[in-house]
């Protein structure tokens, strides 16, 4: 079995300032690990991903995720927030050992950027 | 905009109705999938594709759902006799798996921008 947990409902930070969106899985096997953006009224938006390799993955519009095996951990960072930053932000994994290849979502965190 | 489409946006139907919706994946991904998301939840697993083989479902596709993907392109999904707990968010979204020249793709999907359900 395979699960995803994003302890905070809503994070809040000020424009400008560092922002950390936090993520714990639990697999059974490899762990492959997402994040995914969603805006209002809009679909998912890929922003990176953790296979295998470096820890420190960098995504897009300025995101990086680092992952942590021994705290089975991947949390969604950026250096500095920016207002258009705000929107729902979904952490998923699947067991990169084969079997299933269907990914595990988290509820989704909302973050707040205010200027 | 990711390249996958979705129709209709918006469905609003009187429970005991059927309902159809339609999925456009990106022209070269071989995976599509199906998946429900309601408020204050993430998607959730509803079934999946690989070219027009529907490989995996979901518990939570009822007897009342079925999915196709006849030719390995777009695909619908069907609810019969709706009911009010129906209501959601149906997402779609599509991702390359596979190997070339043994580089395996580990595929993020790209999903469509849902259809919302609407059973009253």
């Known amino acids: 079995a395979q699960s995803v947990a994003q302890p905070e409902d809503q994070v809040n930070v000020a424009e400008g300032n560092p922002l950390t969106v936090k993520c714990t899985y639990s697999?059974?096997?490899?762990?492959?690990l997402f994040w995914y953006v969603q805006y209002p009224n809009r679909g998912l938006q890929f922003l990176l991903k953790?296979?295998?390799?470096?820890?420190l993955v960098k995504g897009s519009y300025g995101f990086e995720a680092e992952f942590n095996k021994s705290q089975t951990s991947f949390h969604l960072k950026k250096p500095s927030a920016l207002v258009s930053d705000s929107a729902l932000y979904f952490c998923?994994?699947?067991?990169?050992?084969?079997?299933?290849?269907?990914?595990?979502f988290g509820r989704g965190t909302s973050l707040i950027v205010h200027p | 905009d990711t390249g996958v489409s979705q129709d209709p946006r918006h469905k609003i139907t009187k429970r005991g109705q059927n309902v159809t919706f339609r999925c456009d994946p990106i022209?070269?991904?071989?995976?599509l999938y199906w998946y429900r998301q309601t408020l204050g939840q993430g998607p959730e697993f509803l079934t999946y594709?690989?070219?027009?083989?529907?490989?995996?479902k979901s518990r939570l596709l009822s007897d009342r759902f079925s999915a196709e993907r006849p030719k390995g392109s777009f695909s619908t999904l069907e609810i019969q006799r709706t009911e009010q707990g129906d209501s959601a968010m149906y997402l779609c979204?599509?991702?390359?798996?596979?190997?070339?020249?043994?580089?395996?793709?580990?595929?993020?999907?790209?999903f469509g921008p849902g259809t919302r359900l609407t059973v009253l």
């Open positions: 594709f690989q070219n027009e083989a529907q490989l995996e």
């Open positions: 022209s070269e991904h071989n995976r």
């Open positions: 998923a994994v699947r067991d990169g050992s084969g079997g299933s290849y269907i990914p595990t």
């Open positions: 953790y296979i295998t390799g470096d820890n």
């Open positions: 697999v059974s096997g490899n762990p492959y």
């Open positions: 979204a599509s991702s390359l798996a596979g190997s070339t020249s043994g580089v395996r793709y580990y595929n993020e999907q790209f």
